[in-house]
């Protein structure tokens, strides 16, 4: 199927452990981008990638780490997680005439 | 950097009112802008958009209209239909990026 896809879907971890939160596109767009959304904050982005092995930060990215050796994949690592970390993470993409789309989310919880 | 205040919610309406929801930005230069929906449980979705003054986007029954001196770009929608429950977002980008306010949720009651 075309579009974008995150795995899991939903994920339960402890404080301290790392966690990998997966994001694949099939539109070998350039840009990808990494958001949390939290009640109150709307969507604040971590991350963005122009291209393979082209990252830089956004507005949160503390706690985070991220890797885009392909194009299509663009994984988003929580080295040590913390309950702060509790969210909803989506992965976009930007295509032509200026949208962005997004992935159905991962609801992460840190206990 | 660009940002947005939106109208708070959450908004409670019944079928077939009417919908405004106000937004305004601050932004350098001249920025495109957008309304993303999301709906329970998913990912945001594109709405509508603008890209220059003046310019009325629209989409299942929603209008935005991009008002460069007033820096706004207000959604409406004439007649709400239980299906259009959901978290709205104003977004205005100057490049690659969206900058998102904090959503305003809807809820529209049968």
């Known amino acids: 199927d075309a579009g974008i896809t995150q795995s899991p879907r939903y994920k339960i971890t402890e404080t301290g452990r790392q966690v990998t939160l997966m994001c694949h596109q099939t539109?070998?767009?350039?840009?990808m981008f990494w958001y949390r959304q939290d009640l109150g904050h709307g969507l604040r982005l971590i991350y963005y990638?122009?291209?393979?092995?082209?990252?830089d930060k956004g507005e949160v990215p503390d706690g985070y780490v991220v890797s885009r050796s392909k194009t299509e994949n663009f994984p988003l690592t929580l080295e040590s997680a913390t309950r702060s970390q509790t969210s909803v993470y989506f992965c976009?993409?930007?295509?032509?005439?200026?949208?962005?789309?997004f992935g159905p989310g991962t609801r992460l919880t840190v206990l | 950097g660009d940002s947005v205040t939106q109208m708070e919610g959450p908004v409670t309406l019944s079928e077939e009112a009417f919908l405004t929801i106000n937004c305004t930005y601050t932004?350098?230069?001249?920025?495109?802008l957008f309304w993303y929906v999301q709906y329970p449980g998913e990912g945001l979705q594109l709405l509508l958009k603008?890209?220059?003054?003046?310019d009325k986007g629209s989409n299942k029954g929603f209008e935005a209209t991009y008002r460069k001196e007033t820096t706004s770009f207000h959604l409406e929608k004439g007649s709400v239909q239980v299906s259009d429950s959901a978290v709205y977002f104003c977004?205005?980008?100057?490049?690659?990026?969206?900058?998102f306010g904090a959503g305003t949720t809807v809820t529209v009651r049968a």
């Open positions: 976009a993409t930007y295509g032509s005439y200026n949208e962005q789309f």
């Open positions: 539109w070998s767009h350039s840009y």
């Open positions: 990638s122009a291209a393979a092995d082209i990252t």
């Open positions: 932004a350098t230069g001249y920025p495109s």
């Open positions: 603008a890209t220059k003054a003046d």
């Open positions: 977004a205005p980008s100057n490049d690659y990026k969206l900058s």
